[in-house]
């Protein structure tokens, strides 16, 4: 039957028909499983979470717990899963905050392996493994296809590009550049990687192009400045209409001109209490119960701000021009 009868689950759940729950799996709260999911036993899914279809959630599992962060206040945050996941045994998957948008997200056709952890207002792209042990911290961006290896450990607000790998057993301190294969401590860009690029329907003269590209950035500029070197390799490849190495050279431009201690997410990081707001990306907000004054961030259209003092949700307007 869909739904064992050692599970529990909350009459607020939506669970649909051909999804099922195993024996000992609990269901707690606004929870959305749909078609073809399967909570195999031992499974816990809290709060407002959306599993999509075909997914499967091995045993121990947990996903929407509240988030392991000193600054969450109760707010209501949710997570979503994607379809045609796999989030294998003891996967840990923590809902999001009011300081990073109250989303947690994982794509479609994700392989997260055992023992990994998902922090709050994390955002998995589709396709994207994640090996045994693997623990990203809050904020972190995971780019399409990318492969984090076993134990690697990621600090907050890191981007990981796409079709990236990180060698297993790296620390991660930096963001990490699409198409690369990433080792070390801290980790950084070694070499191209060919198979994930291969895998992905790349040509090998565009193939060519990127390996050229690579070790013009990285391995043989010398002292000339990273800035610069994008540049010349732009220069030289922007004749190709459509060629990948201009994309490289964007995300190199972007990660220049918006990282702030190497990561481009902690931009959009709030003070912490008592603190003072990252950059211009951030205005202050009195609080309304407290009386004291937090940073919410500057964005185009409303959300939803919590205090850092006490926790009180706001409703912050837009930013104006």
């Given at each position: ?58 045993p ?5 717990s ?72 809050g ?72 390996r ?12 000339t ?20 190495v ?5 995300w ?70």
């Open positions: 039957m869909p739904i064992h009868p050692l599970a529990v689950v909350d009459p607020q759940a939506e669970v649909h028909p051909e999804a099922i729950v195993g024996p000992f799996c609990y269901v707690r709260g606004k929870v959305r499983l749909e078609a073809g999911v399967e909570l195999v036993s031992h499974a816990s899914v809290y709060g407002r979470a959306t599993i999509g279809a075909g997914t499967r959630i091995f121990g599992a947990v996903i929407g509240d988030p392991q962060d000193l600054k969450y206040k109760g707010e209501d945050s949710e997570v979503r899963i994607g379809e045609r996941c796999r989030l294998h045994e003891c996967v840990t998957v923590s809902k999001g905050t009011a300081t990073g948008g109250l989303v947690t997200s994982v794509g479609n056709d994700v392989l997260v392996m055992a023992y990994a952890h998902i922090a709050h207002d994390c955002h998995v792209a589709d396709s994207v493994v994640i090996a045994n042990n693997a623990q990203l911290a904020h972190c961006r995971i780019g399409r296809k990318a492969i984090v290896g076993g134990m690697v450990g990621m600090h907050h607000f890191v981007t990981v590009g796409e079709l990236s790998i990180v060698s297993a057993m790296c620390g991660v301190r930096f963001d990490i550049p699409p198409y690369v294969m990433a080792e070390g401590t801290p980790a950084e860009p070694r070499s191209i990687n060919v198979i994930g690029l291969r895998r992905d329907g790349w040509s090998e003269s565009d193939i060519a192009d990127m050229e590209a690579f070790r013009d950035l990285y391995h043989d500029r010398g002292a400045p990273l800035r610069e070197a994008v540049a010349e390799v732009r220069e030289r490849f922007e004749s190709r209409v459509g060629n990948p201009l994309r490289l050279c964007d190199i431009d972007q990660h220049l001109e918006n990282a702030i201690k190497g990561r481009m997410q902690e931009a959009s990081r709030t003070a912490v209490v008592g603190g003072k707001a990252n950059s211009e990306r951030t205005r202050p907000v009195v609080c309304s119960h407290c009386g004291k004054e937090f940073q919410a961030a500057v964005r185009s259209e409303a959300f939803l701000a919590a205090c850092t003092h006490c926790g009180r949700q706001h409703q912050v307007e837009p930013a104006k021009g």
